[in-house]
């Protein structure tokens, strides 16, 4: 098999991607995997989970599949020991798991508001902590929230509940970036703006294409996109970043509409 790596940027990094088996995550895994570092890709679904290793295989990287939901904490701290054993170093962190309900707040029950909390702000906040001493161990490292513009613009089509958590998660990547600083571990956020995933798939179509027209780009977020972002912020040319979030939106807030 001929490699088709890009580089060695990330040559003897370890990184936990978690929410690997789809969308923007499997593309970000491939990525990092593609610059050489080893991807512990971190799912639910296990199946689709496999499937992400083997994409990351067939390109020359190296990759192994972790069973981890977010949702629970024993599952949680089960999973980063069984990298940390395989591998002796965690020294990148994508929070990148998530789900979306659209659900609008006089309709939102508090059982959906606690699942999305849950998994949404609650998983990422598990991630951080139980990685933390193996990154601090490691030497230091990078960990990057993905979060969403509806986290800062307050959403037009999201629910409560994922608006919430995602505000909820870049306020997590300023607390870490002070927090674990001294650690040598730097923590940043990106927010994507719409993106074709497979948490958008149950959007409504007739505001994903209103959306669309409000971004001077033209098209919907990318895997890729978010990825080369990522790339930016787990690598020494963003060494000196930390607790900042970036938007990838194609232009969708230029002229604040």
């Not at 790596?5 to 970000?28: C, M, N, Y």
């Not at 002796?88 to 789900?99: E, F, P, Q, T, W």
């Not at 001294?182 to 958008?200: E, F, M, Q």
């Not at 977020?221 to 912020?233: I, K, N, S």
Request: proline share 2%; glycine share 10%.
């Amino acid at each position: 098999m001929t490699s088709k790596l890009k580089s060695t940027r990330l040559a003897g990094e370890v990184a936990v991607v978690t929410g690997a088996a789809s969308g923007l995550d499997r593309g970000i895994a491939l990525e990092l995997a593609m610059n050489g570092a080893t991807v512990a890709c971190a799912d639910l679904n296990d199946v689709e989970n496999e499937k992400t290793v083997q994409l990351i295989k067939e390109v020359g990287g190296e990759a192994f599949a972790v069973h981890m939901n977010i949702g629970e904490t024993e599952s949680v701290k089960t999973a980063f020991k069984e990298i940390y054993d395989r591998t002796k170093k965690v020294s990148i962190l994508i929070n990148g798991a998530a789900v979306s309900r659209f659900t609008q707040m006089p309709e939102c029950t508090d059982e959906e508001w606690n699942f999305v909390i849950n998994v949404n702000l609650t998983g990422v906040f598990r991630t951080m902590r139980e990685a933390y001493p193996y990154m601090k161990e490691s030497g230091g490292g990078s960990i990057v929230n993905i979060s969403s513009t509806s986290g800062k613009s307050g959403g037009s089509w999201s629910g409560a509940h994922y608006v919430a958590a995602k505000a909820g998660v870049i306020g997590l990547a300023r607390y870490g970036a002070g927090m674990f600083c001294k650690d040598n571990i730097r923590c940043n956020a990106i927010c994507p703006g719409v993106a074709d995933t497979p948490l958008t798939s149950d959007a409504n179509k007739d505001q994903t294409a209103a959306m669309l027209k409000k971004i001077p780009m033209g098209r919907m977020c990318t895997p890729e996109d978010v990825a080369g972002a990522v790339m930016f912020l787990v690598s020494d040319e963003s060494k000196y970043v930390t607790g900042i979030s970036i938007d990838v939106t194609g232009g969708r807030y230029i002229y604040n509409n």
